[in-house]
């Protein structure tokens, strides 16, 4: 898809003129960015993975007594331990690793808490680990700790606009950033809801790169199921080829959600699976290059088979 007819502007801040100006610019920078058609290294600190190929899958681990789907079934080091190893042999090329719940009506925790929970998975699994680990926090203190344990990405479901010092914090340890929308605004937004979603990554950009992260080491995602109604969750899923236009890996994290639930009926998330892959199915025929999933086999292999297709019906 070409950024033909995609209006990029910046979201401007009380941030001064000069500061405006630039962000506008860097902003309208992003119509030109390109896809990313040809695979290339993303260095992520000691390892490395391929972006830009073959669609990358990414566990879910939640070690948290109250997350919506697997609250409760991690909270043990063994449990987690075994629950990570089994996703890297079922095929998964990253860990997402949480402490905090962000369900709906969630408490938020303590860093102290957060840290307790999370450090003993990294500690351990880190250093045996054959695919980068991502530590999913929004706070600071949090993502040093986790970072200095061994983790390799950092995933922040606010994208670096909640807590700008989380840039700072990825700069210093030289890792990659997953930045998420998550726009208390959107459920009331009118408008085009990807031209607010880029709006919002230019800002995130931006942070990005006045702590020396360059746009390569960034990854963008959607949001579904933050701050979003049902119906906008949808058309973002299918429309997510419009963000490829930014230049950034793209990553989903659709797995089991409530949107899901919903359109089958009210089902739970115990019976959100089949939905779930048809979302997998859908991002990478988009060319979406991270799917982030609680079932790492099952939607590797409906990754697979989209990709195949995909591929042979463009030769």
């Given at each position: 898809?070409t950024?033909?007819?995609?209006?990029?502007?910046?979201?401007?801040?009380?941030?001064?003129r000069?500061?405006?100006?630039?962000?506008?610019?860097?902003?309208?920078?992003?119509?030109?960015?390109?896809?990313?058609?040809?695979?290339?290294?993303?260095p992520?600190?000691?390892?490395?993975i391929?972006?830009?190929?073959?669609p990358?899958?990414?566990?879910?681990?939640?070690?948290?007594?109250?997350s919506?789907?697997?609250?409760?079934?991690?909270?043990?080091?063994?449990s987690?331990l075994a629950?990570?190893?089994?996703?890297?042999i079922?095929?998964?090329?990253?860990?997402?690793?949480?402490?905090?719940?962000?369900r709906?009506?969630?408490?938020?925790?303590?860093?102290e808490?957060?840290?307790?929970?999370?450090?003993?998975?990294?500690?351990a699994?880190?250093?045996?680990?054959?695919?980068?680990?991502?530590?999913?926090?929004?706070?600071?203190?949090?993502?040093?700790?986790?970072?200095?344990a061994?983790a390799?990405?950092?995933?922040?479901?606010?994208?670096?606009?909640?807590?700008?010092?989380?840039?700072?914090?990825?700069?210093?340890?030289?890792?990659?950033?997953?930045?998420?929308?998550n726009d208390?605004?959107?459920?009331?937004?009118?408008?085009?809801?990807?031209?607010?979603?880029?709006?919002?990554?230019?800002?995130s950009l931006?942070?990005?790169?006045?702590?020396?992260?360059?746009?390569?080491?960034?990854?963008?995602?959607?949001?579904?199921?933050?701050?979003?109604?049902?119906?906008?969750?949808?058309?973002?899923?299918?429309?997510?080829?419009?963000l490829?236009?930014?230049?950034?890996?793209?990553?989903?994290?659709?797995?089991?959600?409530?949107t899901?639930g919903?359109?089958l009926?009210?089902?739970?998330?115990?019976?959100?699976?089949?939905?779930t892959?048809a979302?997998?199915?859908?991002?990478?025929?988009?060319?979406?290059d991270?799917?982030?999933?609680h079932?790492?086999?099952?939607?590797?292999?409906?990754?697979?088979?989209?990709y195949?297709?995909?591929?042979?019906?463009?030769?």
């Amino acid at each position: 898809m070409t950024a033909k007819g995609i209006a990029c502007s910046a979201k401007r801040f009380s941030m001064g003129r000069d500061a405006a100006v630039q962000q506008d610019n860097f902003y309208h920078s992003m119509t030109s960015a390109g896809q990313l058609t040809t695979p290339r290294l993303l260095p992520c600190r000691d390892r490395q993975i391929v972006v830009g190929g073959e669609p990358l899958i990414v566990g879910v681990l939640n070690v948290t007594p109250d997350s919506f789907f697997d609250g409760g079934k991690f909270t043990v080091l063994e449990s987690a331990l075994a629950q990570a190893q089994r996703m890297v042999i079922d095929g998964a090329a990253m860990l997402d690793i949480g402490g905090q719940s962000t369900r709906p009506g969630h408490e938020e925790i303590s860093d102290e808490e957060e840290i307790a929970r999370v450090i003993p998975v990294l500690e351990a699994f880190a250093p045996r680990s054959s695919v980068p680990l991502s530590i999913d926090t929004y706070k600071p203190a949090v993502a040093r700790a986790a970072l200095r344990a061994g983790a390799h990405v950092l995933n922040d479901i606010h994208g670096l606009q909640r807590s700008p010092e989380l840039a700072e914090v990825a700069a210093e340890f030289g890792c990659p950033v997953i930045v998420m929308h998550n726009d208390v605004a959107f459920p009331e937004f009118a408008g085009d809801p990807i031209q607010s979603i880029k709006r919002f990554f230019a800002a995130s950009l931006e942070i990005a790169a006045r702590s020396g992260i360059s746009r390569e080491r960034v990854i963008l995602d959607p949001g579904i199921g933050f701050a979003k109604t049902p119906e906008q969750n949808l058309a973002i899923m299918g429309r997510l080829a419009e963000l490829k236009c930014v230049g950034c890996p793209l990553l989903l994290g659709a797995s089991r959600k409530s949107t899901i639930g919903r359109v089958l009926g009210g089902l739970p998330p115990e019976e959100r699976l089949e939905g779930t892959l048809a979302t997998t199915v859908l991002a990478v025929w988009q060319e979406v290059d991270f799917i982030r999933v609680h079932d790492v086999q099952a939607n590797l292999r409906a990754a697979q088979m989209a990709y195949a297709i995909r591929q042979a019906s463009s030769r």
